[in-house]
Structures are given as structure tokens and as C-alpha cells.
């Protein structure tokens, strides 16, 4: 078990919504990165924060938005919901070194988040 | 881009049985290689990884080769067990950011 934590561990929300996960990093860690992942696929890169900035980003649309806060946890906020964001929301934290390399990265458990 | 192709499951052997599943990937640069494992309704926890080309991860039994000349990080096992049921996930990586790749997941299930 890991010690990356997220919440809620399921939601509904109604299509055209605003939602908010949540994600606690493991003790240590600087580095916090978000993944999609749709029933039977992969988890897809949507952006990752350090040092509370957005240090890259995958090919998603604006509506989704992130923070990280000076005690290196997380949010992911994403705007005018709609039905093909139903997934499980997957965080992953590291710790990004002096030579910008970062450590093993542990994922929690995800936010199963479906739109109706 | 960057991208990784796994072979599609679902699959299903007998305990004691050899496993493979295969997976190949398209990189612009000299990414790392992982295989991650996803227990139902569980995240993903590395399984094992290869930093370079001709490196040999294993853990628990399971290895994989970074063949850089076929592109591929084919996962093996020699003898899988019913506690090996679950879906198997092959990623890449570049060290600067932890910014993973995945291929879209084969599913293992093991009877007895």
C-alpha cells in the first residue's frame, strides 16, 4: 500500500457539472501527476505539478485544471463536465531531485468519477 | 510520439502455466520501460522496470527484457499462480518528469 491517498473514492456528477479531486502525496514528495483512465484502457497523461506550477501537460482540453499546494498535495478541478469524462482518476507522486530526475512514482487508488 | 502497443487480452491460463504478454513501443528518444499491475479495484503498483537497452527487470518471478533492435519489453512468467489475476499495463518514461505512456492493459486470469 502507497502512501498516496485520494478523495473521494467515488462521485456522480450530472453532465455540465464542476468537480474536484483530491490527492495527497506521499510524505516527501514534490511532484504530483493525474492520469484518466476509461474503462478498458490505459491511464492517459493529463498534466503533472511541481512545485506548484504545471510542468507538462497531455492532450486535454483546458477544462481540465490543476493545483498543488505548498504542502505538495493536489487538485484536479474539470469544468463543464461531460459524459465521456466518466473514468477512474489515477494520481501518482515522486520525488524530482537536483537533477531533475524523478523517483519512483506510486499511484493511489483513483476516484471513480461518473457523469450522467 | 511516444507510444506503447500491448498485446489485447483478455487472457486466461491454468495455474503452473507459462506467461507472455507482449508489448512493443514507438519512442523519439531512450525512455525507460515498466510494467505496472492493477489489482481489481486497486491503482497500479510497479512490477518491475529497465532503464536502459538490454537491462533485465524482474520481480516475483516475472522478467522482461528492454530489446531495444525490436522495440519490445515482451513480460514473462514461468509458472503464474491464481494470485496473479489481474490487468498488466507496459509504459514508458523518460526520467525527467515521470510521465508515463501506458498501453492499454492486458487482463490475466489464472483458475486453478
Known amino acids: 500500500e502507497t502512501g498516496v491517498t485520494q478523495s473521494p473514492t467515488h462521485l456522480i456528477k450530472t453532465r455540465g457539472q464542476q468537480v474536484t479531486l483530491r490527492c495527497s502525496s506521499q510524505?516527501?514528495?514534490?511532484?504530483v501527476s493525474w492520469y484518466q483512465q476509461a474503462l478498458g484502457q490505459g491511464p492517459q497523461f493529463i498534466f503533472q505539478?511541481?512545485?506548484?506550477?504545471?510542468?507538462g501537460r497531455g492532450n486535454f482540453p483546458p477544462r481540465f485544471s490543476g493545483l498543488q499546494f505548498p504542502n505538495y498535495s493536489s487538485e484536479l478541478n474539470v469544468n463543464a463536465l461531460e459524459l465521456d469524462d466518466s473514468a477512474l482518476y489515477l494520481c501518482a507522486s515522486s520525488l524530482r531531485g537536483t537533477r531533475a530526475t524523478n523517483t519512483e512514482a506510486f499511484f493511489g487508488q483513483g476516484t471513480r468519477l461518473t457523469v450522467v | 510520439g511516444d507510444s506503447v502497443t500491448q498485446m489485447e487480452g483478455p487472457v486466461t491460463l491454468s495455474e503452473e502455466a507459462f506467461l507472455t504478454i507482449n508489448c512493443t513501443y514507438t519512442a523519439t528518444g531512450y525512455p525507460s520501460l515498466f510494467w505496472y499491475v492493477q489489482y481489481p479495484g486497486e491503482g497500479l503498483q510497479l512490477l518491475l522496470k529497465?532503464?536502459?537497452?538490454?537491462d533485465k527487470g524482474s520481480n516475483k518471478g516475472f522478467e522482461a527484457t528492454y530489446r531495444k533492435e525490436t522495440t519490445s519489453f515482451h513480460l514473462e512468467k514461468g509458472s503464474v499462480q491464481v494470485s496473479d489475476s489481474a490487468v498488466y499495463f507496459c509504459a514508458l518514461s523518460y526520467n525527467t518528469g515521470n510521465q508515463f505512456y501506458f498501453g492499454t492493459g492486458t487482463s490475466l486470469t489464472v483458475i486453478p
Open positions: 505539478y511541481y512545485r506548484e506550477e504545471e510542468n
Open positions: 510524505s516527501g514528495h514534490n511532484t
Open positions: 529497465a532503464t536502459k537497452a538490454d
